[in-house]
């Protein structure tokens, strides 16, 4: 499988560091972190509840500053950018889905992917493209007949479908995903995720999925466990842990 | 597609509450503007169609047409005064009149004149009167014979002129003999010998007020926008209306305000989503701007259309005057306290963290 995986990282941590507060009352939320994701890698993020996974993703996603330490996607450095840049950054080159899915409910499935090009400024022709575009996403993602219908008439399983549809909207080269069968039962959570795995691999797409449930990371081509801000490699309980950027 | 009038076409009952009480507010600032309008047209109109560079009353009548006597020695050291180049004599009697076939006196304003207003023809034969077609809501006609005041001196109507109304009294433009006949049979207390007139309507060139009151040491002039102001209650009836009409586009804007920051706060998750799919700050806070702006257009829509049939609704006694200038004045005022009101939300938006998006299961 590794063999597939382009050799350029599409994501890489080095030394990232997040502190919360100051003084006695600093709170060190990611510890010295180095993560080095290829393109079209998927990498689980595995760790228990305030183990400092969430921030660690956000970071990686440009949604939070590190305090210290460089992020670099693609062949971007994010690390000093500005609030401006960020927004720009995460509006062009990465993908979101979030844990309790969040699409715009006034907007139909196919509005939801459009809200890409929306924010992007997209107008005729380039407009015209996306709606294409949007359909054909649609389609891949099984949700053909389901374009017109609102978030609320669309089950758990569809909603994740349509988010994940808009997060691969602009062909970005990451795709963060939080938690993203949390919401979901066993049976339609394997589906999302196989269908997540198979989208990645189809467009060379690199993933991190965060995710506290071990049934889920098999999916995955690597796991990195995340304890206390610290990363290591692996599956809890399956050895000693190497560092997590060891890969690349 | 705009987010934000999406969300206003889909989800029109969010915004309901806030359109319908926008409605209201826009309703009653046309309302009370229209009766501001109302008030302030039907007592000024005489004065305002006056064509006179300056109006020269006497010094004792601190600035009063009632009060005011100009005698006819005034009057020719007024003609001789460098600049001016006409010189007609004006005085107003307010009286009840009897019209035939009605069982209630209609308030006129006898208002006897030389200078021709605006709109106003060259004075009758005497004993004859142009009327304000307000008079018709007494059941005043032309050809009609008035009966002025407790000596039923007899006044012919010979036509209608528009909006020539004084102290909310229907204007009987006629000569100065007649008037001076009208007040001095009805009002012997305040008796006009010939060649005396309330004020002098005054046109030339140059700072004429100082060089009249100069001339003369026994008037005090004003311009005509002055003598506008200087009417008993106009500036009163003025302030207290704009009180009244300030006061509700404050509360136009907190009601805006309110409103959107309720919105804005129940949509925290959701902006938080966007900022966090590339959306700006900018963009977010212009939709929210942009919505109050469309409920704020609907609200005007339908309060002036509401406002449009009370006007026809109203019986003719009500002093509401709906004019064009009192619609743009009102809708530029509400779309001003949209933006200001919506713009309370500003901070609001700017502090949506989109990090919040994520690790949320809201």
């Known amino acids: 499988m590794s063999s597939s995986i382009p050799s350029v990282p599409a994501l890489r941590l080095d030394g990232v560091r997040k502190v919360y507060g100051t003084g006695e009352n600093a709170i060190v939320a990611v510890d010295h972190a180095s993560l080095s994701v290829g393109g079209g890698e998927i990498v689980a993020l595995l760790g228990p509840s305030g183990s400092g996974k969430t921030t660690l993703l956000s970071i990686a996603g440009g949604l939070l500053a590190a305090t210290e330490g460089s992020v670099v996607v693609g062949a971007e450095d994010i690390t000093g950018h500005s609030p401006r840049e960020l927004t720009e950054f995460r509006r062009s080159k990465v993908g979101f889905v979030f844990q309790s899915v969040n699409l715009v409910p006034f907007l139909t499935a196919e509005e939801n992917l459009l809200v890409v090009a929306e924010l992007a400024g997209e107008r005729g022709s380039a407009r015209k493209a996306a709606r294409a575009r949007a359909k054909d996403l649609l389609a891949e993602l099984g949700l053909s007949h389901r374009t017109s219908n609102l978030p609320s008439q669309l089950s758990g399983g569809e909603r994740q479908r349509v988010a994940i549809g808009r997060a691969l909207f602009n062909s970005p080269a990451l795709v963060l995903f939080d938690e993203p069968t949390s919401a979901l039962d066993t049976k339609i959570g394997e589906q999302v995720m196989e269908l997540i795995q198979a989208e990645m691999r189809s467009r060379g797409t690199a993933a991190v999925i965060v995710t506290h449930d071990t049934r889920m990371t098999h999916y995955a081509d690597r796991t990195v466990q995340i304890i206390d801000g610290v990363l290591a490699d692996g599956v809890p309980g399956d050895g000693v842990p190497a560092t997590a950027d060891d890969h690349h | ?362």
């Open chain 2, 1 to 362: 597609m705009n987010l934000a009038l999406t969300e206003l076409r889909r989800q029109p009952s969010r915004f309901a509450v806030a359109t319908v009480v926008l409605t209201f507010l826009s309703l009653l600032l046309l309302l009370l503007g229209g009766l501001l309008d109302g008030l302030y047209l039907g007592s000024t109109g005489a004065i305002r169609a006056q064509r006179a560079d300056v109006i020269a009353y006497s010094e004792s009548a601190r600035d009063s047409f009632l009060r005011s006597r100009v005698t006819a020695d005034m009057r020719e050291t007024v003609e001789g005064v460098d600049g001016v180049t006409e010189v007609g004599g004006l005085g107003f009697t307010l009286l009840g009149a009897t019209v035939p076939g009605e069982a209630d006196l209609a308030d006129v304003a006898v208002a006897g004149y030389e200078l021709a207003p605006s709109g106003v023809p060259d004075p009758p034969p005497a004993g004859r009167a142009w009327a304000d077609d307000t008079l018709q809501d007494a059941g005043v006609s032309i050809g009609d014979t008035l009966l002025v005041g407790p000596a039923a001196t007899p006044i012919v109507v010979d036509g209608w002129v528009e909006d020539t109304n004084y102290l909310q009294q229907g204007a009987l433009w006629v000569t100065l003999g007649t008037w001076r006949e009208v007040q001095n049979a009805n009002r012997p207390d305040a008796f006009v010998a010939d060649g005396v007139v309330q004020v002098l309507i005054v046109r030339g060139d140059g700072d004429l007020a100082a060089a009249v009151d100069e001339a003369t040491g026994s008037t005090s002039s004003l311009t005509r926008d002055q003598a506008v102001n200087a009417l008993p209650g106009v500036k009163a009836q003025s302030s207290t209306f704009n009180v009244i009409i300030y006061s509700t586009l404050a509360v136009v804007l907190a009601v805006v305000g309110l409103f959107f920051s309720l919105l804005t706060l129940e949509r925290t998750g959701l902006y938080g989503v966007l900022k966090a799919i590339g959306a700006s700050t900018r963009r977010l806070f212009a939709g929210v701007v942009l919505q109050a702006v469309a409920v704020a257009v609907l609200a005007f829509a339908i309060g002036g259309f509401l406002a449009w049939l009370a006007d026809r609704a109203l019986p003719g006694e009500v002093p509401l005057q709906l004019t064009v200038g009192r619609y743009v004045f009102t809708f530029v005022a509400l779309i001003v306290a949209a933006v200001l009101g919506s713009a309370i939300s500003l901070r609001r938006v700017t502090r949506i963290d989109p990090a919040s998006a994520i690790g949320s299961a809201a």
